[in-house]
Structure formats: C-alpha cells, structure tokens
T-cell receptor, first 115, second 111 residues
Framework: DTAVSQTPKYLVTQMGNDKSIKCEQN?????MYWYKQDSKKFLKIMFS???????INETVPNRFSPKSPDKAHLNLHINSLELGDSAVYFC??????????????FGPGTRLTVL | GENVEQHPSTLSVQEGDSAVIKCTYS??????FPWYKQELGKGPQLIID?????GEKKDQRIAVTLNKTAKHFSLHITETQPEDSAVYFC??????????FGPGTRLSVLP
C-alpha cells in the first residue's frame, strides 16, 4: 500500500543507452514531479505534471522526457545517457493542481549509475 | 527566483540534547515552508510544515518557527534520539511556484 512507488530502485547502465524509470501514486493526487538529487544531496525539480499536462520544465536537457499515461503515473525516459546523469531520481506527488504551497509526498528514489 | 539557504550543513548533538536548524529565503511571496527528513537510502519524508499566517507550530518533539519579516524559519528538535539522525531539508514555495529546497543538514545524534 505504498503511496508513491518507483521502479527500479537501482539502475546501472552504460553511457549512450536509453532507460526509463517508472512512478506510480495511489493517493489520487493531481500533480506529480520528478526531482534529481546529486551526490551532494542537492534536490532540484526537473518536471511537474498535472493531469497529464507538463506545467514546469526546469531547463532540463531534452534527453529527459516525462511521460504520463494517466494522472496516477509519471514515467521518466532518458535518452543517450551521460556520466553526469548519475544521481538519485525521486518521484513525488501533491494533491492539487496548483503545486505551490501544497505538501509533496516523495517516492523511495531510483539510484541511476552510468558507467 | 527563490533562494533558500540552510545552516549548519552538519550538526552533531548528544542524545537528549536539542538540535536547531535554520533556513533563510529570499522571495517575500513564499508562504509555505515544509521540513523533510531523509534517512539513508530513502526518499524525503515530511515531518512538519508551516504557513505564513502562523508563527510557530509544534508536533511532539518537533517545532518550527517562522519570522516573515526577517525571512527565516527554523526547525527545533528536543530530546533528540539516535533515530533522529538523518539529513533534514527545508523548502519554500508559494502559489504557482516550485518548491525550492535548502542544501540540507546532516544531523548526527550521538548515544
């Protein structure tokens, strides 16, 4: 009965490959997010999706593309992986359409290692 | 845009002592200030939050204070226990704006 779940938990891959990370929330929330946490623990938002519409894209390279088949799922596709993409990626969700001022609930994270 | 600073970056306390973590923000429009705890290998978990119409909020051993004029807010943990050891993040946001997180504080509670 995990609220926000992500798969896989660990992902090890070679440079140049394409990979996906899946996220699902069973909270009935309207908005979902992807965050990147680097080795220094900085948490930075990448994308925000509300009801299948992208509402924020924080200057992330276009090799990263979020895909939302429905409002309970937000998957992250990464093309042509680079060494600098190695990080922990967190999915999160919040109840309402206007994400500002709204509590966000985080998934357990996916540790991506690019060799 | 919003900028959130957080101090200290690391904090060690003896079990039973209090711990205080401070954050400052730059955007006076920010009106929501959550605190998250991240344990090793896990995602951030909300532990307490405060909105700009409130100056202080308490939940058992955890309290948060907000000074809107000075644009700073603080997390207070009393009677610390070893299980309080984690990385703590503050954040600030307002309507229509992203969360902006502070850089985190690694708290170690020594037995």
């Amino acid at each position: 009965d995990t609220a926000v779940s992500q798969t896989p938990k660990y992902l090890v891959t070679q440079m140049g490959n394409d990979k996906s990370i899946k996220c699902e929330q069973n909270l009935g929330h309207d908005t979902m997010y992807w965050y990147k946490q680097d080795s220094k623990k900085f948490l930075k938002i990448m994308f925000s999706y509300n009801n299948k519409e992208l509402i924020i894209n924080e200057t992330v390279p276009n090799r990263f593309s979020p895909k939302s088949p429905d409002k309970a799922h937000l998957n992250l596709h990464i093309n042509s992986l680079e060494l600098g993409d190695s990080a922990v990626y967190f999915c999160a969700s919040s109840p309402h359409r206007d994400s500002g001022g709204d509590t966000q609930y985080f998934g357990p994270g996916t540790r991506l290692t690019v060799l | 845009g919003e900028n959130v600073e957080q101090h200290p970056s690391t904090l060690s306390v003896q079990e039973g002592d209090s711990a205080v973590i401070k954050c400052t923000y730059s955007d006076s429009a920010s009106n929501y200030f959550p605190w998250y705890k991240q344990e090793l290998g896990k995602g951030p978990q909300l532990i307490i939050d405060i909105r700009s119409n409130v100056g202080e909020k308490k939940d058992q051993r955890i309290a948060v204070t907000l000074n809107k004029t000075a644009k700073h807010f603080s997390l207070h943990i009393t009677e610390t226990q070893p299980e309080d050891s984690a990385v703590y993040f503050c954040a600030a946001s307002s309507r229509g704006q992203n969360f902006v997180f502070g850089p985190g504080t690694r708290l170690s509670v020594l037995p």
